[in-house]
């Protein structure tokens, strides 16, 4: 599975982004998918997470702002980021996890924000 994520950029605080990750390869084989992100100085966390069926997870600190979703017809997949803050700056990156629990990994987009 290869996954290519793009729709990073600079945006003012209390703006909007969305970010997509295209799917490619074995893509039957995806159960799950999701974002995470790395903070300067910080660990990569969860962002949000969303099964082939549409269940969601969410970080308490994106829930209400951030909006997972996924095409699988487009086999792609979403993140719409609405009132960012300065500190949701950081690198976010598409993760996949196969029925029998291999992880793949997207390149990282880097996401500012600036007060």
């Known amino acids: 599975v290869q996954l290519q994520a793009s729709g990073g950029g600079l945006v003012q605080a209390g703006g909007s982004q969305r970010l997509s990750c295209v799917a490619s390869?074995?893509?039957?084989?995806?159960?799950?998918m999701g974002w995470y992100r790395r903070a300067p100085g910080k660990q990569r966390e969860l962002v949000a997470k969303i099964t082939s069926g549409g269940r969601t997870n969410y970080a308490d600190s994106v829930k209400g702002r951030f909006t997972i979703s996924r095409d699988n017809a487009k086999n792609t997949m979403y993140l719409q980021m609405n009132s960012l803050k300065p500190e949701d700056t950081a690198v976010y990156y598409c993760?996949?996890?196969?029925?029998?629990?291999?992880?793949?990994w997207g390149q990282g987009t880097q996401v500012t924000v600036s007060s």
């Open positions: 390869g074995d893509i039957f084989s995806i159960n799950v």
């Open positions: 993760n996949a996890e196969s029925w029998n629990g291999r992880l793949f």
